[in-house]
């Protein structure tokens, strides 16, 4: 079907004056004896373009054309607004492809979030998903760009995997057949299974990723994650979508460097690509957002040692709920306490006790504490998780038998440290949380097409 986008009615002046076909739902109607306005929306802008009917003209407006959601195809002239300029369409011809009935759920204008939650396959359609997906996808071209301007390769790493990235026991199970009393044994049972072995959906391609960065150096991923832990929070999901460079030759301050130039590139592409989206999100759901982001890209993330953030969280005014003592996970709560009201912008939080940190972070030479870091930002908390990796044999053996891991599981990542070692690193950055953190979203299953939390999958 031949058709212009609306978009384009908006930004090429030279349609002005010239005949369109244009197609798209209706989203308000307002009739009178003489003349009704549609406004139509097609999915290609934020704006909906006003179709002006002339009820004594030559143009019809057939039954059910007015109705919300209805899908029309109109043709008419493009005509600048004699009021404000902004271009609208006369109407000539109308063809109703689609008629919507009265029950069509966005009937109202502003609908809360979690009301349209349970309805994903609809939500879409409205101004808020029209700029919340857009500036997804705006930030998925922009992260891939980012990466192959700087001579990354994009590795596929695989979803069903045999070892589990963390070690933290989150996986969810691949499995075609039910445990049953059949079974001797776990080990009897799993090699009755498809994959002879135990099987899982991947947390993270790290593992993968980190054998392609000593074949091509630089690789990055960019693919669902999965993660069976039951956070009914704010910022988790089961099915979440992960960026994950792996850099040889690189070590803990480099891959710092690197994450806040990435960091900053995503903000100042969105900020150029989609003014609109923007301007909507500041209105809309958070005020003072672009100064916010302009702030980001303007002045330098903070660095701060974990044994610093214990002490100035030791300090703090405030009761929190979980206390705080040197080798304590940090909680959300004392993660945005650093970041929103400690340096109020983005902070690398540096090495961890190695106790609560995964066992292929590299060993700081203090014996205590690992070369990791998470990037913390206001309003979303840790969005970025990464490390240096040991590289060093005999020290990561050692720490896997410290964490009771069997070794077995990983050969071919060991053999990385027995062909070639070098020094490397990388990180993982949730895309779901960047985009809450630009859009000022304040919800995670609002930021991605189909959320799937506990108890909760469509
Ligand atoms: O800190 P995480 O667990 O780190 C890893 O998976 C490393 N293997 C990454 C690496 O070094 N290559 O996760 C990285 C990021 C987090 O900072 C967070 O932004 C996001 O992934 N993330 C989640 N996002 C949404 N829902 C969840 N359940 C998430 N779990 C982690």
């Not at 001797?184 to 947390?203: I, M, N, P, R, T």
Request: hydrophobic residues 40%.
């Amino acid at each position: 079907m031949k058709h212009t986008d609306i978009k384009d009615i908006f930004t090429k002046k030279e349609l002005i004056g010239t005949d369109v076909t244009v197609c798209g739902w209706v989203r308000t109607a307002r009739d009178s004896k003489n003349v009704a306005f549609l406004a139509l929306n097609d999915g290609t802008t934020l704006e909906h373009l006003q179709i002006v009917i002339d009820k004594n003209g030559s143009c019809a407006l057939p039954e059910d054309a007015a109705k919300l959601g209805t899908s029309l195809k109109i043709i008419g002239t493009v005509v600048a607004n004699e009021n404000h300029g902004t271009p609208e369409v006369n109407a000539k011809e109308i063809t109703v492809l689609g008629v919507c009935p009265p029950d069509y759920p966005l009937q109202k204008k502003f609908q809360k979030l979690e009301t349209l939650r349970e309805i994903p396959h609809i939500r879409v359609r409205t101004n808020t998903f029209n700029a919340v997906f857009r500036v997804r996808s705006v930030m998925a071209a922009a992260i891939h760009r980012f990466f192959q301007d700087r001579g990354f390769v994009y590795m596929h790493t695989p979803l069903i995997t045999g070892s589990d990235c963390e070690g933290a026991g989150e996986m969810f199970k691949v499995t075609t057949i039910g445990y049953s009393d059949k079974y001797k044994s776990a080990e009897e049972y799993y090699a009755d299974d498809f994959f002879g072995k135990k099987a899982g959906l991947s947390v993270s391609g790290q593992l993968e990723g980190e054998v392609a960065a000593m074949a091509f150096g630089k690789i990055y991923t960019f693919g669902p994650s999965f993660r069976a832990e039951k956070s009914n929070t704010l910022r988790h999901v089961a099915e979440f979508w992960h960026i994950e460079p792996e850099i040889a030759f690189c070590e803990l301050p480099d891959l710092i460097e690197f994450a806040e130039e990435m960091i900053k590139y995503i903000i100042r592409d969105f900020m150029e690509k989609c003014p609109a989206e923007l301007k909507f999100f500041e209105e809309r759901f958070e005020k003072g957002l672009t100064e916010k982001l302009l702030n980001v890209v303007n002045n330098d993330f903070a660095v701060v040692d974990y044994t610093d953030a214990i002490e100035m969280l030791k300090k703090a005014d405030v009761k929190f709920e979980y206390p705080v003592e040197w080798g304590c996970d940090l909680q959300s709560e004392h993660e945005r306490y650093i970041t929103e009201k400690i340096y109020n912008k983005p902070v690398f939080l540096i090495n961890y006790p190695k106790d609560i940190k995964s066992f292929y972070m590299k060993q700081n030479p203090d014996g205590k504490t690992v070369a990791a870091t998470d990037l913390l930002v206001p309003g979303v908390g840790e969005i970025i998780g990464g490390s240096e990796r040991e590289a060093d044999l005999t020290k990561l053996l050692n720490a896997m038998k410290e964490k009771g891991m069997s070794t077995d599981d990983y050969k071919d990542y060991l053999d990385l440290r027995k062909y070639g070692t070098v020094p490397h690193a990388g990180f993982g950055l949730g895309f779901e949380r960047i985009i809450m953190y630009c859009t000022g979203m304040q919800n995670i299953r609002d930021v991605i097409f189909y959320p799937r939390t506990v108890g909760n999958i469509r």
